[in-house]
């Protein structure tokens, strides 16, 4: 049996919080004999970007979704202070869910996501219903082409 199977297009999950909503990306990569999936530097980076500008454009202003842009972008909750002009136990509280996120700071958050994503971004209207019903959402990140040749797999036994 051999150590690796060769590069395949395997589903990598995201789910955000406790909410039901789970984004799948399909990302280049192999699994180990254990199991293991293994991915090309910045794949998952780039598949989280996209799920965050994704949910952005869905406009579910929730606590567990300001936390999930937050973290798909790489910001710390400092910092997510300070885009939203607030302290960071105010993030904290948005993201546990012992105060509501303001629009405006949800808006603000969004649009960090969207530009992340380098996509355009959100023109803002009436918020829509918010509709949090468990659901999966399948999202096509664009992942950085490797700057060196595939890994080769190692070589199999004889």
Excluded: H
Aim: hydrophobic residues 45%.
């Amino acid at each position: 049996m051999p150590d690796i199977e060769l590069y395949d297009l395997i589903d990598f999950t995201m789910p955000v919080g406790t909410l039901g909503i789970k984004f799948v990306a399909g990302l280049t990569g192999w699994r180990e004999s254990n199991g293991t999936a293994l991915f090309f530097p910045g794949a998952i980076a780039a598949a989280y970007r996209r799920a965050a500008s994704t949910l952005a454009f869905m406009m579910l202003v929730n606590g567990q979704t300001f936390q999930f842009m937050r973290q798909a972008i790489d910001l710390t909750t400092a910092q997510a202070a300070t885009l939203c002009g607030v302290s960071p136990s105010e993030v904290s509280d948005w993201e546990d869910g012992t105060l509501p996120v303001p629009v405006s700071c949800w808006q603000a958050m969004a649009d960090a996501a969207c530009k992340a994503d380098m996509r355009a971004g959100i023109v803002w209207t009436a918020l829509p219903y918010v509709n949090l019903k468990p659901r999966t959402i399948r999202v096509y990140p664009d992942v950085p082409l490797p700057d060196q040749p595939r890994p080769c797999p190692p070589p199999r036994p004889c």
